[in-house]
C-alpha cells in the first residue's frame, strides 16, 4: 500500500530552499494507523500461517501498538489479548480513550503491575500466560520484531528514491530499521528519538542492514511521553498552518527537530526531505485528558 507524500509549504523552507515532503502513513487506516499497520502485517499473516487464533502483546494506558493490535486482530477475526502495565487501571479503563477503543475491538486485558510488567518477557511470566490463556503467537512491546522490519520496508516505494533525507520518529527503532533497509546508498536516514536511551543503536542495529542513518538525539524532550508547553503549541500551530495533526508523544518531536535542524542550517540547500508520518492520531483523545490535569493547553 503506498500512500500520498504531501508537500509541505512554510516560509522558512522557501527561505532556506528546501524542499519537505511528508508521507502520509497515518491515512493508512482511521483506527490501525501508520507504522503499526507496518509492523503488523506480517506477523498477522505468520500467526494464520502457524493456525494460532489468538494474538497476545503488551503495552502502557495510551498505547497506539495495543489500539492497533486490537483493530487488527478484530477485522482479521483473531482474538487479542493485550498486557496492560499498571494494575491500577483493572477498574479505570473505562475512562481511558485507547484501553475503551481495544476493549470495543474484542481485546481481553491482564492489567499487571509495574514491577511485573518489567519481567515480561522472562520465560516463567510467558509460561503462566500461556497456562491462564492457552496458546497465542506473541508480538512484542512496541510490536517490533524481524516481521515488523520487513513491513516497514515497505513505507518506502520507488517514487522516494528522489530524496536525499528520510526522517522518521523512533520508539523502539523497528519503523527506522525498515526504512534503513529500503533506503538507496545515496540517501540518508535521520531517527528522531522521542525518548533518551543509549540503547537504541544498538537495537537499530539487530534488524538494519545498512550504514546510511544517524539518530538525532536532541528533541526527546525530557523522555517518553515527556513534553513542554512549548511541544504542543508546536502541534497545535503545525496543524494550522499544514492542516497535518501531529501529537506530543511522536510526531511533534520529530517534526518540531526537523524544523529547527533546518532553521539552524543543518541541510545543504537544494536538499530534498522526506519526514514519515508514522500515525498515532488515536492517542489524542487520551492525550488531551493528561493535558488537562497538567493545565496544559488541548490539542485540536
Ligand atoms: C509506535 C510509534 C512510533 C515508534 O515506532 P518504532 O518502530 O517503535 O520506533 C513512532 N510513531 C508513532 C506514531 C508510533 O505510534
Known sequence: MNVANQKIDLPLLDEKGISLFVKREDTIHPLISGNKYRKLKYNIQEAKKKSVSTLLTFGGAYSNHIAATACAGKEQELKTIGVIRGEELVGKW???????????????????????????????????????????????????????????????NAKDVNFDIICSCVGTGGTLAGLINAARPNQTVLGFPALKGDFLKNDIRKFAQNENWELISDYHFGGYAKFTAELVNFVSDFKVQTEIPLEPIYTGKLFYGLLDLISKDYFKKGTKILAIHSGGLQGISGMNIVLKEKNLPQLK
Open 94 to 156: 473505562r475512562a481511558n480513550p485507547t484501553l475503551k477503543l481495544a476493549k470495543e475491538h474484542g481485546m481481553r486485558f491482564h492489567f499487571v503491575s509495574r514491577e511485573n510488567y518489567r519481567k515480561k518477557e522472562a520465560p516463567e511470566f510467558l509460561k503462566a500466560l500461556k497456562k491462564k490463556f492457552g496458546d497465542f503467537y506473541l508480538i512484542p512491546e512496541g510490536g517490533t520484531n524481524e516481521l515488523a522490519v520487513k513491513g516497514c520496508k515497505e513505507i518506502l
